[in-house]
């Protein structure tokens, strides 16, 4: 059965991990978790700590990037929406009946 870690207990384990007065192996067993998730957890911790010192609500490049290219897509779903709902209306109009999808 898996063990479910809360972020709190993750940091604490992670902290210990870089401060580096104990081995990965002693500080696995001090906590009962196996020596690869406290080694992903200190990277984790590593890859992420620049994130702690931004503001809140700033948003970062890639987020920035990722909601533009959602709103372009979405305006262009709108587009072809409409250019659809148009020529499904023309071949009612040209045939008197549905198209045949």
Same mark, same amino acid.
């Given at each position: 059965m898996r063990k !479910?870690? +809360?972020t709190e207990f993750k940091a604490k384990v992670a902290l *210990?991990?870089?401060r580096g007065e104990q081995t990965v192996q002693e500080i696995a067993l001090k906590y009962e978790v196996h020596p690869n998730q406290v080694t992903q957890w200190k990277r984790h #911790? #590593? /890859?992420n700590a620049v994130t702690a010192f931004e503001k809140p +609500? !700033? !948003?970062s490049q890639e987020e920035k990037g990722a909601e533009q290219k959602e709103e372009r897509l979405f305006s262009q779903i709108g587009r072809l929406k409409i250019e659809n709902d148009f020529l499904k209306k023309k071949y009612r109009q040209l045939y008197g009946k *549905?198209? /045949?999808l």
């Open positions: !479910k870690h +809360g *210990e991990a870089i #911790l #590593l /890859d +609500g !700033k !948003k *549905e198209p /045949d």
